[in-house]
């Protein structure tokens, strides 16, 4: 079998949500490798999205389960944790598709509330804060210098202390990213990271997860439509269409593959009794 | 082809002025034009006056009024609102102006009970002084809301709860134990807090407007079971003989082993005031100093982010509720701790002193001063607490200059006085503050 098979850091079983009558996902079941770039792709209502907010606990799903497994050898059942939990312990990190940052603060003190657990631990739950030990001092300038490291990487040191408001689209982001990581994520879930970038950023978001997975034994997870990126940087695709999985391999298997081309563009006329009949209908 | 003519600015505000008259009329003409009085005398009878002349008057206010506002503030182009906000100090200058003023406030705040004695003398001096100890009082129960609303977004009517809460708790443990104001002050704040607690876990699973209401409910509650609970709080009667705080064991009272007696100077009442001027001062310059230092800490960047973005926070790994409730208690419990002050200072206490429209006024202080501004809720504070008792001859009139100076300041500055928001860390020195349209308000 393939590598994501053999040491999954994520594994999807079986999962199902319903919302009343509409099954978004249906009995789905894929591995995230450990170490791999997996995309997830399908047309849109396809039920990606879901699929992440079951993964980081925004949803409960109907059935089915995620197991994370940390490279600790600890593991975790994600669809019983409430969602801060699978942040803070299951190590599972996520950007939102309409952006989600702290607009009325500054990009500094975006990264700095990403790295609240650790801090609220180092300042006693704020008690050795308040007196000014010197623990929490210590922490909190390691905690800049963290920060500043992701700000360096992304290309948002010189406007640290702007709001993130202020930042266009594309800074926002990687911004988005950048705090992400902050978390010190195992695996790290991006809800189109691309969309909206012109292709030079496009290029950068590219070179920046490469960067992720290579240097910070970060796994990833990404919803994307833009199939540059997709077919670039991915090592796993897995397909979604109406909640089911229609494919799952490399890039050049998912490419070649009919259910996905049919998925994609429709058929020609003339093919659907011969799809339809590969398909199963 | 004829094209759709634009009503001109007069035209449209004039029609616009009229039906706003036309409303007031229709309410004005029940509700103000007849008056239900006792008649005087042996009969008691009701009769009804009729004041015609008064609803003739609000009508033709309202029509001039929003003749006003549309032709220079809503419908021009350039509404003067713009240009009234470039008089005043853009966002940098603010800031600099706000750092200088800080010290400057301090030292006057240090210095008052002094100058007031040097001009006025003791007998002048004390109903200033009564009323600064009014001021300072509400600054430190703005400070404490402004942990809940201006930093954590959470609207709270009900803040009055946590201040009965604190007073009848002093008051009580004095009545029944025979505690001591400074024994009782920790317990106050700790007993607020804790009801701060107990009322933030159903409720803080509820949000804006929602929040909103269930707050100012528990409000009227507490006020209702102090009210109706004779046996134990006194019902209307109130709590009367609290005890006055100590100065280290050196009771305020004429003769041996008085203040006065122990330091040698002439007896005087004025004292005690001065004394319970400098207790209000040093809580309320405590509150700002632990609130200013949780800002700068994980706790109170996870309370702004809460305020800014709680899905994002919830993804970031931050327990929501906890920090919520962490707020709502620290918020709790400042107002505790001003309330067993309140207690001590007035000796009696009743369900009356804690009315919804005491949480109306603190939280008025906030929102005016600009919401999560420390400087702010200083200003507003003695511009409405201050200018209210200063302006008590004119009784009749000073709700109407209340109620003018809170739409001026709503059409003139909509988001506070001070509603720059500075940055809790900053890698360079010269960072700006946070413009205020950027910062959210908080969904509860």
Same mark, same amino acid.
């Given at each position: 079998?393939?590598?994501?098979?053999?040491?999954?850091?994520?594994?999807?079983?079986?999962l199902?949500?319903?919302?009343?009558?509409?099954?978004a996902?249906?009995?789905?079941?894929?591995?995230?490798?450990?170490?791999d /770039?997996?995309?997830l792709i399908?047309?849109?209502?396809?039920g990606?999205?879901?699929?992440?907010?079951?993964?980081?606990?925004?949803?409960?799903?109907?059935?089915g389960?995620?197991?994370?497994?940390?490279s600790?050898?600890?593991?975790?059942?994600?669809?019983?944790?409430?969602?801060?939990?699978?942040?803070?312990?299951a190590?599972v990190?996520r950007?939102?598709?309409?952006?989600?940052?702290?607009?009325?603060?500054t990009?500094?003190?975006n990264?700095?509330?990403?790295?609240?657990?650790?801090?609220m631990?180092?300042s006693?739950?704020?008690?050795?804060?308040?007196?000014?030990?010197?623990g929490?001092?210590?922490?909190?300038?390691?905690?800049?210098?963290?920060? *500043?490291?992701?700000?360096?990487?992304?290309?948002l040191?010189d406007?640290?202390?702007?709001?993130?408001?202020? +930042?266009?689209?594309?800074?926002?982001?990687r911004?988005e990213?950048a705090?992400?990581?902050?978390?010190?994520?195992?695996?790290?879930?991006?809800?189109?990271?691309?969309?909206?970038?012109? =292709?030079?950023?496009?290029? $950068?978001?590219?070179?920046?997860?490469? %960067?992720?997975r290579?240097?910070?034994?970060?796994s990833?997870?990404?919803i994307?439509?833009?199939?540059?990126?997709?077919?670039?940087?991915?090592?796993?695709?897995?397909?979604?269409?109406?909640g089911?999985k229609?494919?799952?391999?490399?890039?050049? @298997?998912?490419?070649?593959?009919?259910?996905?081309?049919?998925?994609?563009l429709?058929?020609?006329?003339?093919?659907?009794?011969?799809?339809?009949e590969e398909?199963?209908? | 082809?004829e094209?759709?003519? *634009? =009503?001109?600015l007069?035209?449209s505000?004039?029609?616009?002025?009229?039906?706003?008259?036309f409303?007031?009329?229709?309410?004005?003409?029940?509700?103000?034009?007849?008056?239900?009085?006792?008649?005087?005398?042996?009969?008691? @009878?009701?009769?009804?006056?009729?004041?015609?002349?008064a609803?003739?008057?609000?009508?033709?206010t309202?029509?001039?009024?929003?003749?006003?506002? #549309?032709?220079?503030?809503?419908?021009?182009?350039?509404?003067l609102?713009? #240009?009234l906000?470039?008089?005043?100090?853009?966002?940098?200058?603010?800031?600099?102006?706000?750092?200088?003023? *800080?010290?400057?406030?301090?030292?006057?705040?240090?210095?008052?009970?002094?100058?007031? &004695?040097?001009w +006025?003398?003791?007998?002048?001096?004390?109903?200033y002084?009564?009323?600064?100890?009014?001021?300072?009082? %509400?600054?430190?129960?703005?400070?404490?809301?402004?942990?809940?609303?201006?930093?954590a977004?959470?609207l709270?009517?009900?803040?009055?709860?946590?201040?009965?809460?604190?007073?009848?708790?002093?008051?009580?443990?004095?009545?029944?134990?025979?505690?001591?104001?400074?024994?009782?002050?920790?317990?106050a704040?700790?007993?607020?807090?804790?009801?701060?607690?107990?009322?933030?876990? =159903?409720?803080?699973?509820?949000?804006?407007?929602?929040?909103?209401?269930?707050t100012?409910?528990?409000? $009227?509650?507490i006020?209702?079971?102090?009210?109706?609970?004779?046996?134990?709080?006194?019902?209307?009667?109130?709590?009367?003989?609290? =005890?006055?705080?100590s100065?280290?064991?050196l @009771?305020?009272k004429?003769?041996?082993?008085g203040?006065a007696d122990?330091?040698g100077?002439?007896?005087?009442?004025?004292h005690?005031?001065?004394?319970?001027?400098? +207790?209000?001062?040093?809580m309320?310059?405590?509150?700002?100093?632990?609130?200013?230092?949780?800002?700068?800490?994980?706790?109170?960047?996870a309370? @702004?982010a809460?305020?800014?973005?709680?899905?994002?926070c919830?993804?970031?790994?931050?327990?929501?509720?906890?920090?919520?409730?962490?707020?709502?208690?620290?918020?709790?419990?400042?107002?505790?701790?001003?309330?067993?002050?309140?207690?001590?200072?007035?000796?009696?206490?009743?369900?009356?002193?804690?009315t919804?429209?005491?949480?109306?006024?603190?939280l008025?202080?906030?929102?005016?001063?600009?919401l999560?501004s420390?400087?702010?809720v200083?200003?507003?504070?003695?511009?409405? /607490?201050?200018?209210f008792e200063f302006?008590?001859?004119?009784?009749?009139?000073?709700? +109407?200059?209340?109620? &003018?100076?809170?739409?001026?300041?709503?059409?003139?500055k909509?988001?506070?006085?001070?509603?720059?928001?500075?940055?809790?860390?900053?890698?360079? *020195?010269?960072a700006?503050?946070?413009?205020?349209?950027?910062?959210? $308000?908080?969904?509860?």
């Amino acid at each position: 079998m393939t590598q994501w098979n053999d040491n999954p850091v994520l594994t999807v079983e079986h999962l199902t949500m319903r919302f009343g009558g509409l099954t978004a996902i249906d009995d789905l079941s894929f591995n995230v490798g450990r170490g791999d /770039i997996t995309a997830l792709i399908g047309p849109n209502g396809a039920g990606k999205t879901t699929v992440f907010n079951c993964a980081t606990g925004f949803y409960k799903p109907t059935e089915g389960r995620l197991v994370m497994r940390r490279s600790n050898g600890e593991k975790f059942l994600l669809e019983r944790l409430p969602d801060f939990k699978i942040s803070a312990h299951a190590k599972v990190a996520r950007t939102f598709q309409n952006i989600r940052l702290f607009g009325g603060m500054t990009i500094l003190e975006n990264l700095m509330v990403a790295q609240h657990n650790p801090l609220m631990v180092a300042s006693n739950w704020t008690l050795g804060g308040l007196l000014g030990l010197t623990g929490y001092r210590h922490a909190n300038r390691d905690a800049i210098d963290h920060a *500043k490291y992701w700000l360096e990487k992304t290309n948002l040191l010189d406007r640290a202390d702007l709001p993130a408001a202020e +930042l266009p689209y594309g800074d926002q982001r990687r911004l988005e990213i950048a705090r992400a990581m902050c978390t010190g994520p195992e695996i790290l879930c991006l809800d189109e990271p691309a969309a909206g970038l012109n =292709p030079k950023e496009s290029l $950068e978001l590219n070179e920046l997860l490469m %960067y992720i997975r290579k240097e910070h034994d970060t796994s990833v997870l990404l919803i994307e439509h833009d199939m540059s990126v997709v077919m670039e940087i991915s090592d796993h695709v897995v397909v979604l269409d109406y909640g089911v999985k229609i494919s799952d391999g490399t890039p050049d @298997e998912v490419k070649n593959d009919p259910h996905v081309i049919a998925a994609y563009l429709g058929v020609d006329d003339d093919e659907v009794d011969e799809i339809e009949e590969e398909v199963g209908l | 082809m004829e094209t759709v003519k *634009k =009503p001109s600015l007069l035209e449209s505000s004039v029609k616009d002025a009229g039906m706003g008259a036309f409303v007031t009329f229709a309410l004005a003409l029940v509700m103000v034009g007849m008056k239900v009085d006792v008649a005087s005398g042996l009969g008691a @009878e009701l009769f009804i006056e009729y004041r015609w002349t008064a609803v003739a008057i609000a009508v033709v206010t309202v029509f001039v009024g929003r003749l006003l506002l #549309n032709l220079f503030f809503w419908k021009p182009d350039n509404p003067l609102a713009v #240009n009234l906000s470039g008089l005043m100090p853009s966002g940098d200058s603010a800031t600099q102006i706000g750092k200088a003023l *800080k010290p400057v406030l301090l030292i006057i705040a240090i210095a008052l009970p002094f100058a007031l &004695m040097f001009w +006025l003398g003791a007998r002048g001096s004390r109903q200033y002084i009564d009323l600064a100890i009014l001021v300072t009082t %509400y600054i430190m129960l703005g400070w404490g809301l402004n942990i809940v609303v201006g930093l954590a977004g959470l609207l709270d009517l009900g803040y009055v709860a946590f201040y009965a809460v604190g007073a009848y708790s002093y008051a009580l443990l004095a009545e029944y134990f025979g505690f001591s104001f400074w024994i009782c002050l920790p317990l106050a704040g700790i007993l607020a807090a804790f009801w701060g607690i107990i009322l933030g876990f =159903p409720v803080l699973r509820l949000r804006g407007d929602y929040l909103a209401i269930v707050t100012l409910a528990f409000g $009227e509650i507490i006020r209702i079971v102090l009210l109706n609970w004779y046996q134990f709080t006194g019902g209307p009667d109130g709590i009367s003989g609290i =005890p006055r705080p100590s100065f280290f064991g050196l @009771e305020f009272k004429r003769g041996d082993g008085g203040f006065a007696d122990f330091f040698g100077l002439d007896y005087s009442s004025i004292h005690r005031i001065i004394f319970l001027y400098y +207790l209000i001062l040093i809580m309320a310059l405590v509150t700002n100093i632990v609130t200013m230092r949780l800002r700068r800490m994980p706790i109170g960047r996870a309370w @702004e982010a809460l305020r800014e973005d709680e899905i994002a926070c919830r993804s970031l790994g931050i327990n929501t509720t906890n920090t919520k409730l962490t707020a709502f208690a620290l918020g709790a419990m400042f107002g505790g701790f001003a309330g067993s002050f309140f207690a001590t200072r007035q000796g009696f206490i009743s369900p009356e002193s804690f009315t919804f429209i005491e949480s109306a006024v603190i939280l008025a202080i906030v929102v005016l001063g600009g919401l999560g501004s420390q400087i702010g809720v200083v200003i507003a504070s003695v511009v409405m /607490i201050g200018g209210f008792e200063f302006f008590r001859e004119f009784e009749e009139y000073r709700m +109407l200059v209340f109620g &003018m100076l809170m739409v001026f300041i709503m059409v003139w500055k909509p988001r506070g006085l001070v509603s720059t928001r500075a940055p809790s860390v900053t890698l360079s *020195k010269d960072a700006k503050g946070i413009s205020a349209d950027l910062v959210q $308000e908080g969904h509860g």
